[in-house]
């Protein structure tokens, strides 16, 4: 087809694109399965429509708390290292231990970046029904002609700095390798069954959004993929002649396939990616 809409219809058409069925393609299936992943792998991680950006809701459990006071080790924390160094004045040894925080939840393989963690508490300067905020709009700004736009608009700038420097945003940690979320707050505050929000990256799953099969990027980085391999099988039978004198060139296909790879990587990072914050506007 040509729209796949499923992993076997977008192998067919990487074929068809390679010369299949007029031409034999030399690359057996597993290796195209291979391939297939690699592909989506790349796309999901360096496409701007290989992810979707999501805010998951997470409930605190005991064991999150009992985790991230570090109950199960006493209190201080994970050994990580042990090491033994000479002392500076070369008499004996000094033993140095280092400790690893276990404050972390687990998070699904499927969520590639974390941007941030909403505010776990309302401060009493923007939240709630006694906060400023509050009281400004039940005084004064029901009263038409009392407050001035100008003046309301600077006031809530300044109950926003007010509000950024005493309930700041929570530290956070967190590596894709790892599928952990590490949060560097007071854990002992925190109650159970209480909720966070995450603002995060997950990948698209193919097989329930079927259009990512139909990706002109994904199409192309394939096709290439499939002839390189073609390519890499055929090397090995270079010089070697068949019925009617034809000659297998497996380098000349591993080398076009390769040109082509670099200028598609080239179109990813010019085209595809998300820029680098400090180069938007």
């Not at 259009?211 to 890499?232: C, H, P």
Request: charged share 25%; net charge negative; glycine share 6%.
């Amino acid at each position: 087809m040509a729209k796949p809409s499923s992993r076997q219809e977008l192998i067919d058409y990487c074929l068809r694109r390679l010369g299949a069925p007029v031409l034999e393609i030399n690359v057996d299936d597993d290796q195209i399965d291979d391939l297939v992943d690699d592909a989506l792998q790349y796309f999901q991680e360096r496409h701007f429509d290989g992810v979707e950006r999501m805010y998951l809701k997470y409930k605190i459990s005991e064991e999150d708390i009992n985790r991230g006071r570090a109950k199960n080790t006493n209190g201080v924390g994970i050994v990580t290292t042990s090491s033994t160094s000479k002392s500076i004045s070369g008499y004996g040894t000094t033993t140095s231990n280092f400790y690893e925080n276990s404050n972390f939840i687990q998070v699904p393989d499927s969520i590639t970046g974390i941007e941030k963690i909403f505010k776990f508490d309302t401060s009493a300067i923007s939240g709630g029904m006694f906060s400023i905020k509050y009281q400004l709009f039940l005084n004064d700004l029901y009263y038409f002609n009392s407050v001035q736009l100008l003046q309301y608009a600077m006031v809530k700038s300044y109950l926003e700095d007010i509000d950024f420097l005493l309930t700041t945003d929570k530290q956070i940690r967190f590596n894709k390798r790892q599928n952990r979320l590490y949060l560097d707050i007071d854990w002992g505050a925190q109650t159970v069954g209480n909720f966070i929000v995450i603002d995060c990256y997950r990948i698209l799953d193919p097989n329930t959004f079927t259009n990512v099969y139909n990706d002109s990027f994904l199409k192309m980085y394939l096709t290439a993929l499939i002839k390189r391999q073609w390519g890499q099988n055929l090397i090995k039978f270079r010089g070697v002649k068949l019925p009617g004198g034809i000659e297998l060139n497996g380098r000349e296909i591993y080398e076009d396939a390769e040109r082509q790879l670099e200028q598609i990587k080239s179109r990813m990072s010019m085209d595809y990616e998300l820029p680098p914050y400090d180069f938007i506007g």
